[in-house]
């Protein structure tokens, strides 16, 4: 074994090492429950920026380990209100995307590529082309995994910005919808969870017709 390929062995094996080990901690802190509205009560609300940065990097260790970002942006709403919650929440989910992304591809980008290769090609292809109008589909359609979209993002070929750009504006229509629902925005209830609901039909409207507009001219050009 050449010492390229050695290096990437021991990349991969790190990586692997890695994620059950944070499958392991995961369980035993059971940080789901830890990220709560206590928690907003006790450590992040009137604590200023220190609250804030607490935030954002819970958020993002939340988020990036492929937990719901949708706690997230509920919590960001209830700590922060609607405007702001949102933000945080926004800003919160990206770093931990971005960190998924980086991660894979410095660790694991050889070791996982020459394992998966036939789903990884699959990623490629769907992505490479218009790798931000792509990322937004998966971001906007109510489908898929966020963790595993980001780590095959991370092994496959395509660039870092277009896809953290796409999947951050893809983030925003469900961030809104849960930092509202968490917000106590002044409407009743029932108003903010239709309007909630809207809002993600809305979301799932632009990603299945984006989907649809590419599987169209994909046809015309000869690609599928």
Known sequence: MDPKQTRALVKGL????TLIGVGVLLRSLSLGRMVN?????QDIRGQGLAGLALFVSMGALFTGLGLPRQ????????????VTGTLMALTATAIGCAGAFFYARFLGQRFVTARLKGRI?????????????????????PVGSNILTNLAAGVSSIRALPFLAGSTLGFLPQTLIFALLGSGFQVDPGRRISLSALLFLISAYFGFSLYRRHRSAGAVNGDD
Request: net charge positive; charged share 20%; aromatic share 20%.
């Open 121 to 141: 090609h699959r990623v490629n292809e769907f992505l490479k082309k218009k790798p931000f109008t792509m990322t937004l589909i998966i971001r906007f359609m």
């Open 71 to 82: 706690v997230i942006g509920f919590l960001a709403g209830y700590a922060y209100g609607f």
């Open 37 to 41: 509205a206590d928690w907003i009560d």
């Open 14 to 17: 790190i990586l692997l090492l």
